[in-house]
């Protein structure tokens, strides 16, 4: 196909229909055409989304039914051309769900979930399709596409056949029987915790309250009011009730009760017990993927992954194991130490871990958040970013003038990027800083519109949501440490976006243990010496963070580790004897958890961070199963890729090691194999050192140095 005839064949694709529904319609304006933020209006959002979905299936219809045979223009380039006025639709929708939410926009989502689920299974059981999707990939296997189509080719090719598209139609049959099966499983899961922790509720009187700090006794006494125990105090059974509560609490006897509640969930031989929910979710698993000739489930979920195989994952988890255990040994005899020393006349046992922990803390690394807080001004930290921006990546970030790029709210403000040396746009970057009711929780990154050059080059619309405290007008904003780090890592995430340079929109897709790495690698430079000194200032003298207290928030971040990385490696752990174990070996998850962690040689002072009855990231669904483990993947390469920068004659500041940076691990997103892209950065496979040393773990010893 000749480029004209690509182009042509591309706008008659997308854009044959001039819609009447803003939601629909092309984005115009400057920076190569914005949302139209201004014109949002809830009751067109309904038919929008149904008419965009309606689009996208009859582009898919019109491709599986071509009559030609199959060439990666006719079908992969078609599939990546189409759909476009729905990719429009579902921004307006994110920004409802998450930025605007109201009862409203609720009720139409509830409405329209299970037309998306239905939209979604018609794309990805589209027999037809597969078929010729199978014809590109066969083909390309004899006689190789250029890069970038071929892995295009490669990701749709796998995708589709991890969810079965390639089994016979008696397998396929049991195959969606086995998913809707499992659909219901898995909402019973998170049910039965769910009714668990709504169920068991401590409520305490005046005279239990020792240790607990004004803000949480505030909340207990609002927590048991709406719960109509007025004048009394409601621990609830939630982690934000009950961690809190075991670290400040002097009642022992209800810290033990407390714990204990907590940690059976679910798991109380009731009607809510979720064990034999567990077997039956393996058994289900396990057949699945059995259908499709793997041996279990890790091996069919992990091959693409950076991890790629079950071993992969378990031969980090077990070289970071024994360290953690060591770790946990030594924090044990500090405490009973403590212990001691106020003759508590005790023996250290898990609902006393935290709260000794807190007061070994307090001795010796002691500090004052408040004064922390002193030299994080929201302000300056938004031109730290930038400024880390234009040092790593080339880039320049300009204010819009006021009013000329739409936005949803009048907190949200805009900044045009471009780069600093061929004075090229790059995009846009939204900020939407402070927290209001509507909007969800936490921080997080998205992009309305990411780059891609099939088509002609697209303009990144990137950007961060905080839920800061919006200061009174006149006052500065002052965050924490914690939350400073997080706009930095929501940043990375934008980063990553804004610097894509890959050619379809597919090799945009993210690695689940690989997508975290950029984001929590672009923390590091919050506390690096130009950071520090430029944008770091006390709100009232302007002097920059002083070095003591800088080293005092480095040290406190070791502290404690072993308790963390060992309750962490616990469940991932379990996570996979759980799926490379044959189903029937399984028997009582009662048991097998028991067994397996004595194997493991848990301590007795620590349990896992989720018990089995209760991991409902492994079995409330599938996003996490097999998948807990990633967390540690994505912090070995964030530690690595740090002391690269380290150990380099520019620090994290050098020029070459910022180039191979952008160059190899934000630039290529999924264009290149993740394991590929960050041995070009490195000359080698990450190793775990680097994590040991950042956790105060001892790195293991080598054969040799090289
Ligand atoms: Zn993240």
Redesign the pocket.
Known sequence: MSAQEKNQHATEMTEKQNFSNPLLQKWNGPYGGVPAFNKMDLQQLKPAMEEAMKLHLEQIEAIANNKKPATFENTILAMESAGKPLDRVFTYYGIWSSNLSSPEFREIQQVLAPEISDYSSKISQNEKLFKRIKAVYDKSKKEPLEADQQRVVQLIYENFAMEGANLDAKAKERYAAINKELSKLYTDFSNNILADEENYVEYLNEDQLGGLPDSFVKAAAKAAQDRDHDGEYAITNSRSSMDPFLTYSTERELREKVWKTYYSRADNGDKYDNNENIVKILKLRDERVELMGYDNFAEWRLQNRMAKNPENAMNLMNAVWPAALARVEEEVADMQALADAEDANITIKPWDYRYYAEKVRKDKYDLDSDEVKQYLQLDNLTQALFFTAGELFNFDFTPVEEGSVPVFHPDVKVWEVTDKTSKKLIGLWYLDPYGRKGKRSGA??TTYRSYTNYEGEETVLASNNSNFVKPASGEVSLVSWDDAETFF??F??ALHFLSADVKYPTLQSGVRDY??FQ??LLERWLSTDKVIEKFLLNAKTGEPMPAELVAKIKKASTFNQGFATTEFLASALMDMKYHTTDPDKIGDPRTFEKETLKDLNMPEEIVMRHRSPHFGHVFSGEGYATGYYGYLWADVLTADAAEAFANAPGGFYDKEVAHKLVKFLFAPRNAMDPAEAYKKFRGRDANIDALMRDRGFPVPAKEENK
């Open positions: 997080w990154a890592h929501e990375g995430h997508t975290e984001s929590q």
